[in-house]
């Protein structure tokens, strides 16, 4: 079944949850101040609410996230937060908007007057959090700030930002005086903390206990490789194809997890990853060793093969997108399926094409459709040069119904965007089309 509420119904509740403040603010019977000064208040309710909601849509909570997917959800998270910054900043700015049209220098030693009040401190603390938050998701990469201290200084000053909020809301906020709009206020602040409790303190506790352990790994191709894990349980663990689930192998801090897409196929006893080199743990897999134990949160992920699908199938997979792309194939392999089935697998070299005889067995035994394309090197029997481009998908859909086609891509952005463009200039409907894109930040 699949997890997650309807998209629709998401985003409903997210703009009744975004305005209700503003909403109990306009009931609570306060006679109404001036223009500049209840647009400053609008401001400042908006900006608190969405801070609040950005604990909510952080990937991590399936309810949510499941149908909408990491990618689009990490999108609306990166959207909102660049919306509630430019509110928070707009929200001391719009107390003295008039006289900063008449007379902006004396606005200017209006607001910092204003601001200086001590009893101002804590909102200008949330204000200071969220310039931090955003000024280091923008300049990580190049203060060469590790991807997981990154992370851990992303969530602490977020919480930091909205228990300064919330702290200057209750005791300078005009509507915020009401019990109403003061109880939503501290149920927002239990919900932020709540949220982190829940991902970096219960998820790793219950990821724990399921048992995990390395069971083996392997050098796949250059730059790649395979990381199988095993559990005592006979259950096998339950996900569709295509998801991926966080890891934490080793003795790791709560927030030190990565994600990745399951590569074996649902039913199967083990678990088993492809992992490109990319980081600090990617580049530590030959140091580890067969019995570690690991911590596994999931599944999550809204690009997945649901059951009863009966359409054809094109599965398009460059590099470490393969991960995914191969759970997909080989539960197709092992399931069989009503309709055509063909992938297409790109890679800049051969020897990054991985699993290849595996590949070529099962496309000849089930009579799947098999392309392989490299760009550049060596060109081994039944691979092809070049990349995926309208050629190569115009012979991967020959025969083909496009309104009965369902295409999945997993790989690099620029090819996926190449790749879709093209699709649907061939005639498939972007509805048709899903993808992995392995971005979370
Ligand atoms: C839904 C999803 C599925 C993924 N599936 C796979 C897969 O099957 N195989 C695979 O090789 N890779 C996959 N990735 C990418 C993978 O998560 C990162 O390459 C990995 O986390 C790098 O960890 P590291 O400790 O080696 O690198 P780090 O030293 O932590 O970072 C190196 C770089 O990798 C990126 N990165 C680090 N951590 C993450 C993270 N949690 N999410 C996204 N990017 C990160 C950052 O840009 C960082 O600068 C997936 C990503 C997502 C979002």
Redesign the pocket.
Known sequence: MRQGLPPGLVAALFLAAAVAPLALAALSGEPPEALPTEMGIGLGLAALALMVLQFAHSGRFETLSGRIG??RTMRLHRAAALALFTMALLHPIAFVFPALLSAPSHALEQLWRLVAKPRMASGVAALVCLALLVLLSHT??RLGL???TW?ALHAGLGLAAVGFAVEHALSVGLYSEGEALRAVWLAGLGLAVGALVWTWGVKPLLGARQGWRVAGVRRLGDG?WELVLSRPSPEPFAFAAGQ?V?LAVGRRAPWD???????SAPGERDLA????????????LNRLAPGTPVRVDGP??A?RLDEGETRAILLIAGG??I??VLAIWRHLARAGHPAPVRLIYGAQVATKLLYREELAATAAARGFGLILRVEEGELPEGVGRGRIDRAVLTEALRGLDPARTLVMICGPRPMMLAVAGELEALGLPPSAILY??????
């Open positions: 990491i990618d990580r990469h590790p991807y997981q992370r790649y991926f966080w997890d990565n994600p990745f897409s399951i590569a990853f492809v992992l490109r080199e990319a980081g600090d743990f990617t580049r530590s999550h992920g690009f470490a997108g991960a995914p992995e894109a392995f971005v979370y930040d």
